[in-house]
């Protein structure tokens, strides 16, 4: 699969086409990941999961609260 990347900006033209205000550009899927890098290592994703459970649990009980002060 190839994909095609713009070094400048997308805009769409009056009848609706994107345009590239730059430089077009093909990849092919092989060329993505290796510009990715590697991906997430578990340690990371434990981290990240830990961090937006935390995020959750802050956020519901600051809902918690708000609905017991209402009262």
Do not use: P
């Not at 060329?31 to 995020?55: I, N």
Request: hydrophobic share 45%; charged share 15%.
């Amino acid at each position: 699969m190839n994909f095609l990347a713009c070094d400048g900006a997308w805009a769409v033209n009056a009848d609706g086409a994107a345009i590239c205000t730059g430089t077009l550009h093909t990849y092919t899927s092989e060329e993505m990941q290796s510009q990715l890098g590697s991906a997430l290592t578990w340690e990371q994703v434990d981290e990240l999961r830990g961090e937006v459970l935390g995020l959750f649990c802050i956020a519901f009980g600051f809902l918690v609260l708000k609905r017991l002060l209402k009262q």
